[in-house]
């Protein structure tokens, strides 16, 4: 069983940065595959980044926020990180961050496969 608590979220200008934090409880969080999510009032939620368990080795984005966003882990901390940058109007959503067993199969860009789920922090960018 894994709780997470997102945080950071808040109201920034367009390009402007924002760095969200997700605390999760547990002694093995390094075992789980995390990721970012978003949603918009009327949408489904979508897949923003993702990081592979243990040491990270592997990010993967969704292709609207490449070169912007990096998703990043401490497992030391239990804590996944989404730092972003030069930040759009579009970018503005409840982010939620979310976990997986490390065997669990299928696409990562799946929300359905992921069984942990943080309460998410709303993000707003002003243009």
């Known amino acids: 069983q894994v709780q997470l608590v997102e945080s950071g979220g808040g109201l920034v200008q367009a390009g402007g940065s924002l760095r969200l934090s997700c605390a999760a409880s547990?002694?093995?969080?390094?075992?789980?595959?995390m990721g970012w999510f978003r949603q918009t009032p009327g949408k489904e939620r979508e897949f923003v980044a993702g990081?592979?368990?243990?040491?990270?080795?592997?990010?993967d984005y969704t292709s609207s926020v490449k070169g912007r966003f990096t998703i990043s882990r401490d497992n030391a901390k239990n804590t996944v990180y989404l730092q972003m940058n030069s930040l759009k109007p579009e970018d503005t959503a409840v982010y939620y961050c979310?976990?997986?067993?490390?065997?669990?199969?299928?696409?990562?860009?799946?929300?359905?496969?992921?069984?942990?789920w943080g309460q998410g922090t709303q993000v707003t960018v002003s243009s």
């Open positions: 547990g002694r093995t969080f390094s075992r789980y595959r």
């Open positions: 979310a976990a997986r067993d490390a065997v669990t199969s299928g696409s990562i860009e799946i929300a359905q496969k992921y069984a942990y």
């Open positions: 990081i592979s368990p243990n040491g990270g080795s592997r990010t």
